[in-house]
T-cell receptor, first 114, second 112 residues
Framework: QKEVEQDPGPLSVPEGAIVSLNCTYS??????FMWYRQYSRKGPELLMY????GNKEDGRFTAQVDKSSKYISLFIRDSQPSDSATYLCAMSDVYGGATNKLIFGTGTLLAVQP | DTAVSQTPKYLVTQMGNDKSIKCEQN?????MYWYKQDSKKFLKIMFSYNNKELIINETVPNRFSPKSPDKAHLNLHINSLELGDSAVYFC???????????FGNGTRLTVT
């Protein structure tokens, strides 16, 4: 069993839809939770960053972390064709006090149809 | 003014060759990483350096040797390339433990 599980999709939605992306994990030591977006032939770019449990909102994006259920979500409101990309969840604890050992999900490919 | 830059962007080579990938970051971060992304988009950590010191070495064949001449640079040398080494290699940096990583745009390595 992988440490982080993510539905690979692909997910296809019409423009304007609400998108829900989810990850589950097994390591209760994870404290830092992130969502990255990756366009084709580009590096992952940070979308959302959350420490411990709770919600965080940034524009059309909302990240939720439920540590008791070991479950994180990313919601995209009013989805746009420019949101079409692979979305990667990632999480870590602090490794040796100096660095991150960021563990990624397998990514969900999202296509927003105009 | 690219934050994390990698060269080359594409690398096509034959089995058995030795190749290097270079990475530089201008963010002033103390920690740098190499990640490997396979054909299914799965990203896996290979190495982490903090201020030129190797912190994480994640069960990578010893044909892969990272080198950090200073905290702004992290290079990856690969000896005796194999077909299975074909992947996209990403360099990343972060300012501190627990902080998000900033990624470069990757080096697409194809071994024939």
């Amino acid at each position: 069993q992988k440490e982080v599980e993510q539905d690979p999709g692909p997910l296809s939605v019409p423009e304007g839809a609400i998108v829900s992306l989810n990850c589950t994990y097994s390591n209760s030591a994870f404290q830092y939770f992130m969502w990255y977006r990756q366009y084709s032939r580009k590096g992952p770019e940070l979308l959302m960053y959350t420490y411990s449990s709770g919600n965080k909102e940034d524009g059309r994006f909302t990240a939720q972390v439920d540590k008791s259920s070991k479950y994180i979500s990313l919601f995209i409101r009013d989805s746009q064709p420019s949101d079409s990309a692979t979305y990667l969840c990632a999480m870590s604890d602090v490794y040796g006090g100096a660095t991150n050992k960021l563990i990624f999900g397998t990514g969900t490919l999202l296509a927003v149809q105009p | 003014d690219t934050a994390v830059s990698q060269t080359p962007k594409y690398l096509v080579t034959q089995m058995g060759n030795d190749k290097s990938i270079k990475c530089e970051q201008n963010l002033g971060h103390d920690t740098m990483y190499w990640y490997k992304q396979d054909s299914k988009k799965f990203l896996k950590i290979m190495f982490s350096y903090n201020n030129k010191e190797l912190i994480i070495n994640e069960t990578v064949p010893n044909r892969f040797s990272p080198k950090s001449p200073d905290k702004a640079h992290l290079n990856l040398h690969i000896n005796s390339l194999e077909l299975g080494d074909s992947a996209v290699y990403f360099c990343a940096s972060s300012p501190a433990a627990g902080s998000p990583l900033h990624f470069g745009n990757g080096t697409r390595l194809t071994v024939t």
